[in-house]
Every structure is written in structure tokens, then in C-alpha cells.
């Protein structure tokens, strides 16, 4: 009998559970069984396993078909107006399910016997044998499926066709229900609501079914059948394991923060309004529990809370509980901040601000919950500057009616406004308000990429300037011009003929090299003492085929027109109309990364003349999240932190971009000749223009903004133990970057 699995998944579910899913198919499956793993806007990282078929679904022409023609229609997308609100409901989500039906259709022309739709979101307990599926795989049958009595449609996480007893006939069914849109005319639009009305008609036409799970009642059947011995679904609940609340349907807002905290994993959990801490206590077990159960990658289990009290009115029985539970499982550890007794080390009452959380050292928490100040000022200061900070921050403040009418008065309290301007999920769990009305929970994703947003970068131009410019070339992005040509209809013709530029976004790690050329004298001027040495290592690096060079503004036309070499790209960053000439004949082979905030007038001279343009969003503190979130209503933006000039900015751009490794040449951030420079003159503050610095004995010339970048260079690299510098010229980046590599450990001494 040949069989294969089929599984679908986009970016986010990937990483949560698709990777893993690929990664241990051969451990989990015969040898002999193939996976058919069908992608969705993003590329699966390789695999040696030869039975594992990679398919990017959007190739399926037929799928394409249908999605040009009800994409803009709200009610086939499932998106519907309640209380004067756009409401999301799966049920009638046509688009999302028919990324699941179409692919059957290719897997039903090729010579299986059966075909097993899984999905991806699964918890192995012990492989599954041959003997297994050739018992359970029974041929009599045209599908296998796990049938619900409790719910309004069957489970399709699991359902096996019989492609040699009708199994391909009834996969071609449900595509024409697709294809001819008879699909809308069913209760529901999912691929569970497509299967079971197929299956019906098909059972009276003398077809058999083998319902798995019959006679088991719920709404969650699958641990009580037969692949319930094998693999636990992780949407459905999760054994008991001394854990209050994983052991049933997620019904209340706590239950519901249990379960999401179970999926996630959080190794650094922020509880803003801790009070008693009793809710933060049940997520941390959680968290150990579901680590401990699902092996996190390197294999480390534990969790630090910080426990941020609003109030301080339970403090004692808060601190007993953590102290108590620390000293029964070291693997947790906690700190306690109460904001009446500690205001300085949290910051204004009104808000939990950005550079507190850079002083807690909260920069890389996984999960947050947000339950303090409820009023609507507060909760946007707090999300708006945790989102940078947190993988997923979650808050019970989305106020809705109850049965007599009541609701909080949305005006001035929740989140009801704020989750408009963010990607948001609002969850099903309803709980009451004390003096009426219900509260549901709202969970949020980051919109902004963490690990290179520390520098506070001194922008040149007022904010609002930036954000003008950033409204001018993020229209450019292809998913901003989809998503216009959605809302905006009446300009579809212009839309449709702007030239889509592709912005950066993540990209999978690599073994390349980004060759970044600075604007230091050392490369740029021709009498500088090192300027022939120099040149002849930074040619010789960029010869190798593993290097990729890069150049900024002011050693572009240097490199183009004076050396006669092409680079590989150049990075563009400042806002201020005078870039467009450094850039006014762009060469059509170079790849030009510009920053969404740099001035129209650089876009401009780019789009017109530079064949190969890319953009990306910069994080530089002038408001730009929310701006493009809430004023440009696009909420698929990626922003890159890094330091306050085009090349330390570049280096967060390309560590987006997947490098790891990097070669430094002109980055000098010194003046080498004294005797052109007046040591005495001031700026227009009436500060010392020029000043000395020494760096490890060594004396540098320097001004403040190029001491500010070489500050940048140390204090948002400095402990990335994941990159790899190689710094090729002489200058102050080169002493600071040889006192960090020596500050660190020798593994060879120390440990082999």
C-alpha cells in the first residue's frame, strides 16, 4: 500500500509547529510513507529526506482562480460588521480553507493508494508504524475522518482518502463546490463544512465512511480515538499535568491565558497587574510544564517572571507565592516591582514606557500580560511600546454589551479603539464586568523586528518629516499596494500601474558575508596614508564568491567611478533631501536598500532610474509604528532597529536579511589629520565641535556624531554572540570591536 501525508502551513504556524513537524517526519512516519508539505508565502527551510516534497501553493492556479475572485468580497473572507465592528468569524473564512482543498486535488492524480490530511500542529507520543496504517487504512472505506456529534461540522485536522475505492472522486467534489461556488450556499465555507456535505450525498450513493470517532462525545475527539495513542493535537486540550486549567476548554479569560501560555512556551513572562499573583504563578507552571513536555531547542527549561504590580495591595501574598514556588522548582525565577513603593525603576504611573523596559532588560520577553491601568491612554502607551519588546502580549480589555445592554464606556477605558491600528486576534472567552458589561481578552503580535532596536537614533528632521516620507515610498511595498487595491477600488487603474518595489523583510540565516564599506577617510580620500592597503584587502574580500558588498551614500560614486568595481548593494538611510545626489545616476547593477523614511526626492531619482530597488522600514522613535499602523492602516510592515547612520543601520538590515557574518572597512569614526581640523571651534550650540577620546591607550580625533555611531557600533553588537565581525581598516570601530571579541571567552581554553 502506498501512502502519503499532506500538510499545509504558513509563515507563523511554521515556525510554531511546521518546522518541527518536517523536521522529525522520518522518526514519526515509515520510511516509506511521503510527506507532501504544501507552503504559503514563505520557503521551508531544506531537507536531505528524500520522501519530503515541498509545493508553494501559490502555483495552484485553480486555488489562485478562486481567490482573485472573492478576495474582496468581506463575507466569503469571513469578516463581518457586529456592534459597528468588523468581526472575524472561521466559519465563513472561504478564502483560508481553500488553501486546504485545492492541493488534494494534485495529490489525488498521483499513484497513491491513500492519502492522509494532517495537520501540522501535532505532539508525537511514539511513531506510527506500517502495521498501524495498513490496520486503520481499512480499503473498504472511501475516507477516514473523525466525526463530531457536538459540534456543527467534523474534525479535519485527520482525515485519510482512499483514492483507489472514490476517495479521488470525493476530493474532486469538493474542489467543483470551490470552483462553481456552490460552497456558499452551505452553512459554513471551511473545508470541514465542504467534506461533510460530499460525504453525505456520497453515502447515499452507497459510498462508506469509517467515522473513528464515533460515539465519543465533545467538541475535542481525537485523544479518545486511536490517534489519540500516537500524537495530541495541540489545539485540542492538554492532559493535566498539575496545571489548573489546561485540562478542559480554555472557557474563562484565565483558562484562556493558561492555554495560549501552554502553546507558546514563554521563557521570560511580564505580568503588568500582577496583584495577587495567583494568575502569574498558574502561567509560569504552564510555561515549565509545556517546555518540560514539548523540548524547547536547545533543551533548557525555565522561566523568568517579572511581576510588575500596579498597585501593591497584595504585595505580601504576591512575594510568599513566588518565594514558594522558586524554592520548589529552581527553574523559576522571578522579580518583584511595585510601582507605588519603586516609581523611578518603573517610570510614569500613566504609562510603561520605552526606556524602562530597556532597563529591566525585557528586550527579549515572549509573552506579556497586560492587566494594570485600564484606561484607553494608558493601554496605547503600554502596547505601543511593548510590542518592540514582546513575541506576544495579551490583555483582558475588549469591552463588549451584555445581555441588558451594558458595556464600559469604550471612550475612555479598554481596547476597543486601540486593537484597530495593530494585528490583533480577539479570543472567545467572555468574562464579566462588576458593574455590567463583558470583557474579552485580545491577543497581539509584534509589528516591529526585536534584537537591534536599542539606539535611540538622532534624526535629522522633525518626525513629522519622516512620517511624510514613509507615506510616500511604503506605498511602493506590494502588500501595501494589494491591500489598497482592496479598500480603494475607484483608484484600482493607478494602484495597479505604480511600480511595486519589494521591502525587506525576514529572511532565513545563511553562511554569507555583508562587506560593508563606511565613508571613512581611510577608503575615500586618495592620501591617506592606508588608502592603497586598504583597497587591495577590500578587493580581495570582494572577490570572494561567499561576500556580498555593500556601500552607503558616500563611497558609492568612489567605488563606481573611481575604483571601476560594482558593488553588490547600497544603503540608504537619511531622511534629507540631499541623498538624491549622491545617488543621481544610479548603476542598474548595483541593488539599492532604501529607507522608507528617506525623502521622496531619493525615491523619486530611484524609481525612475534604478532597475533593481528595494526598501525597507527603519525604527528611529519618531512614531513611525503607529503611524503606519493606525494613519497608513497597514499593518504587514517590518521596522529594523540598528544604529543612527546608514552602515550601523545596515548591519540590522542585513542580520533581517539573514547574514551572520561581516567585514568592516572605512568605518574610522576619527579624523586622522589634526592639522586640518580646529580643535577650538565650536557648533552652533556653542559646544566643542572636534574632541579626544582614548580607547585602550590609543588617542582618536573625533566629533560627537561620529562617536555617537561608533557608540552605536558597541552597544547594539556587543552582545550578540551570534555574529561574526571581521574588521578590515583601522579606525576606532576596529579597537572597540577588538576589546569586545577580547572580553569574550576562548571555548578552546576554557572549555575544550
Not at 507532501?36 to 508553494?56: G, L, R, S, V, W
Not at 496504517?133 to 456529534?149: F, M, V
Not at 493535537?233 to 483558562?255: C, I
Request: aromatic share 12%; glycine share 8%; with cysteine.
Amino acid at each position: 500500500m502506498k501512502i502519503c501525508v499532506f500538510s499545509t502551513c504558513n509563515a507563523p504556524t511554521y515556525e510554531q509547529f511546521g518546522k518541527e513537524f518536517v523536521g522529525n517526519f522520518h522518526t514519526n512516519f515509515p520510511e516509506d510513507v511521503d510527506l507532501h508539505f504544501f507552503y504559503d508565502q514563505f520557503t521551508p527551510e531544506p531537507t536531505k529526506d528524500k520522501n519530503i516534497y515541498f509545493h508553494d501553493i501559490s502555483e495552484l492556479k485553480r486555488l489562485e482562480t478562486f481567490v482573485m475572485k472573492h478576495k474582496d468580497d468581506a463575507s466569503k473572507c469571513g469578516i463581518f460588521e457586529k456592534d459597528g465592528q468588523p468581526t472575524k468569524s472561521y466559519r465563513f473564512d472561504a478564502i483560508t480553507y481553500a488553501s486546504v482543498v485545492y492541493p488534494l486535488q494534485i495529490l489525488a492524480k498521483l499513484d497513491y493508494d491513500w492519502v492522509i490530511r494532517l495537520d501540522t500542529d501535532q505532539e508525537f507520543k511514539k511513531p506510527i508504524t506500517k502495521e498501524v496504517l495498513l490496520e486503520k487504512l481499512d480499503n473498504q472505506y472511501t475516507a477516514i475522518y473523525l466525526g463530531r456529534t457536538d459540534w456543527d461540522h467534523s474534525e479535519t485536522g485527520f482525515v485519510g482518502y482512499n483514492l483507489k475505492n472514490g476517495g479521488d472522486k470525493l476530493i474532486n467534489r469538493m474542489v467543483e463546490m470551490y470552483d462553481s461556488g456552490e460552497i456558499f450556499n452551505l452553512p459554513g465555507y471551511t473545508d470541514c463544512d465542504v467534506f461533510d456535505h460530499v460525504r453525505l450525498n456520497f453515502e447515499k450513493e452507497g459510498y462508506k465512511f469509517d467515522n473513528i470517532s464515533e460515539g465519543v462525545p465533545g467538541m475535542h475527539v481525537w485523544p479518545k480515538t486511536w490517534l489519540g495513542e500516537y500524537m495530541e493535537h495541540l489545539k485540542g486540550p492538554a492532559a493535566k499535568h498539575g496545571v489548573e486549567g489546561l485540562n478542559e476548554l480554555p472557557n474563562t479569560l484565565l483558562g484562556q491565558a493558561i492555554h495560549t501560555v501552554s502553546q507558546f512556551k514563554p521563557r521570560t513572562i511580564v505580568d503588568i497587574g500582577v496583584f495577587d499573583g495567583s494568575r502569574a504563578i498558574s502561567m509560569v507552571k504552564a510555561s515549565l510544564w509545556s517546555q518540560s513536555k514539548r523540548p524547547v531547542p536547545d533543551g533548557k527549561v525555565g522561566v523568568h517572571l517579572w511581576a510588575l504590580d500596579t498597585f501593591g495591595k497584595e504585595e505580601q501574598q504576591c512575594l510568599d507565592a513566588f518565594e514558594k514556588l522558586s524554592k520548589e522548582d529552581n527553574r523559576f525565577t522571578y522579580t518583584y516591582i511595585n510601582r507605588k513603593k519603586e516609581p523611578d525603576r518603573w517610570g510614569p504611573e500613566e504609562q510603561v514606557d520605552h526606556e524602562v523596559f530597556g532597563r529591566l532588560e525585557l528586550g527579549k520577553s515572549d509573552f506579556a500580560y497586560v492587566d494594570g491601568e485600564h484606561t484607553v491612554e494608558a493601554l496605547r502607551q503600554d502596547l505601543l511600546h511593548m510590542l518592540p519588546h514582546c513575541k506576544f502580549i495579551m490583555t483582558p480589555t475588549y469591552f463588549v454589551p451584555d445581555d441588558e445592554g451594558k458595556c464600559q464606556d469604550v471612550n475612555f477605558f479598554g481596547s476597543n479603539d486601540i486593537i484597530q491600528a495593530l494585528p490583533h486576534k480577539i479570543l472567545p472567552a467572555i468574562g464579566k464586568c462588576e458593574d455590567g458589561g463583558l470583557v474579552r481578552s485580545v491577543i497581539f503580535g509584534p509589528a516591529i523586528t526585536p534584537g537591534f532596536g536599542k539606539v535611540q537614533t538622532k534624526n535629522a528632521v522633525p518626525d513629522e518629516d519622516i512620517h511624510s516620507n514613509i507615506g510616500f515610498s511604503i506605498k511602493h511595498d506590494p502588500l501595501f499596494i494589494a491591500a489598497e487595491i482592496k479598500a480603494l477600488r475607484e483608484r484600482l487603474m493607478e494602484i495597479k500601474d505604480r511600480r511595486k518595489v519589494p521591502f525587506v523583510r525576514q529572511c532565513k540565516i545563511h553562511d554569507l558575508t555583508s562587506l560593508i564599506i563606511a565613508g571613512g577617510p581611510s577608503v575615500v580620500d586618495v592620501k591617506h596614508k592606508d588608502y592603497k592597503k586598504n583597497w587591495k584587502k577590500i578587493e580581495e574580500w570582494m572577490k570572494r564568491e561567499d561576500v556580498r558588498t555593500f556601500v552607503v551614500k558616500t563611497t558609492h560614486d568612489h567605488m563606481i567611478n573611481d575604483r571601476k568595481k560594482i558593488p553588490y548593494g547600497c544603503l540608504l538611510l537619511d531622511p534629507r533631501d540631499h541623498v538624491k545626489d549622491f545617488i543621481s545616476e544610479p548603476h542598474p547593477e548595483v541593488r539599492y536598500f532604501a529607507a522608507s523614511m528617506c525623502a521622496p526626492s531619493t525615491w523619486k531619482v530611484l524609481l525612475e532610474k534604478a532597475p533593481k530597488l528595494f526598501g525597507y522600514n527603519a525604527a528611529v522613535k519618531a512614531g513611525e509604528l503607529e503611524y503606519v499602523l493606525k494613519v497608513l492602516n497597514f499593518k504587514n510592515s517590518v521596522f529594523f532597529g540598528g544604529g543612527s547612520s546608514s552602515a550601523t543601520r545596515g548591519i540590522g538590515v542585513c542580520h533581517g536579511m539573514g547574514f551572520r557574518k561581516f567585514a568592516l572597512a572605512g568605518w574610522d569614526q576619527c579624523w586622522w589629520d589634526e592639522s586640518k581640523i580646529d580643535m577650538e571651534e565650536k557648533d552652533p550650540k556653542g559646544r566643542p565641535k572636534y574632541l579626544k577620546v582614548s580607547i585602550d591607550g590609543r588617542e582618536f580625533v573625533t566629533q560627537p556624531i561620529l562617536l555617537a555611531a561608533c557608540q552605536d557600533f558597541e552597544t547594539s553588537f556587543k552582545e550578540h554572540n551570534d555574529l561574526d565581525f571581521t574588521v578590515l581598516t583601522d579606525g576606532m570601530v576596529d579597537h572597540v570591536w577588538k576589546r569586545i571579541g577580547r572580553d569574550k571567552q576562548d571555548f578552546m581554553k576554557e572549555y575544550d
